[in-house]
């Protein structure tokens, strides 16, 4: 499977964005999705998982803000992103695997190119 990241960019605190992640070349419904993020100096982090019927899991630094959902008919899965604050800045990964415990790890195989989100006034 490959990634296409799209819907980064520069918003305001408060503001709003979308992050999608279309994927191509395998089944996309048999796999469990998940959004990181990396910022300057800091390690990459898990933000939010899906599992393939829709289950989601969230970083608690994002809980309430973020929602993850996907749409297999279009082979995408989306972060939607709302009340953002200066500290959600960073590069925004989306990764995949047939096993939830490798996307929660970080271990999965296949990761997109990255997002930038810049949150600043």
């Known amino acids: 499977v490959q990634f296409v990241e799209s819907g980064g960019g520069l918003v305001q605190p408060g503001g709003s964005l979308r992050l999608s992640c279309a994927a191509s070349?395998?089944?996309?419904?048999?796999?469990?999705m998940g959004w990181y993020r990396q910022a300057p100096g800091k390690q990459r982090e898990l933000v939010a998982a899906i599992g393939r019927g829709g289950e989601a899991q969230y970083a608690d630094s994002v809980k309430g803000r973020f929602t993850i959902f996907r749409d297999n008919a279009k082979n995408t899965v989306y972060l939607q992103m709302n009340s953002l604050k200066s500290e959600d800045t960073a590069v925004y990964y989306c990764?995949?695997?047939?096993?939830?415990?490798?996307?929660?790890?970080?271990?999965?195989?296949?990761w997109g190119q990255g997002t930038q989100v810049t949150v600043s006034s």
């Open positions: 990764t995949a695997d047939v096993l939830l415990f490798k996307v929660v790890a970080g271990t999965a195989d296949t």
């Open positions: 070349g395998s089944i996309f419904s048999i796999y469990v």
